[in-house]
Nanobody, 121 residues
Framework: QVQLVESGGGLAQAGGSLRLSCAATGSIFSIDAMRWYRQVPGKQRELVAAITTAGSTNYAGSVKGRFTISRDNAKNTVYLQMNSLKPEDTAVYYC???????????????WGQGTQVTVSS
């Protein structure tokens, strides 16, 4: 019954900013990596940013210097601060997490429902 609930998507002008949030709810023992992906029609889902439990981050070259991923482990939440937005950033954004749902060491992958980000020129 673990779920990833996204919020913060919407419409922005080129050069503007948005902040996406993704909160993991349900029975959670621990969370490993958390990531943001995005997808447009006709293209594969692509990795935008990733963060480890220790806070180490990776970014796609197209967003490096503009987007910042962060996490609040106490709230089981990952954020994506998007600045200097471009029309090319328009996509459905999905959060992703590797979660240990119980005392057994097995890990499982969970996806958020997706949130639309539209950037006007």
């Amino acid at each position: 019954q673990v779920q990833l609930v996204e919020s913060g998507g919407g419409l922005a002008q080129a050069g503007g900013s948005l902040r996406l949030s993704c909160a993991a709810t349900g029975s959670i023992f621990s969370i490993d990596a958390m990531r943001w992906y995005r997808q447009v029609p006709g293209k594969q889902r692509e990795l935008v940013a990733a963060i480890t439990t220790a806070g180490s981050t990776n970014y796609a070259g197209s967003v490096k210097g503009r987007f910042t991923i962060s996490r609040d482990n106490a709230k089981n939440t990952v954020y994506l601060q998007m600045n200097s937005l471009k029309p090319e950033d328009t996509a459905v954004y999905y959060c992703y997490a590797v979660i240990v749902p119980g005392p057994l060491p097995n890990t499982y992958q969970y996806w958020g429902q997706g949130t639309q980000v539209t950037v006007s020129s």
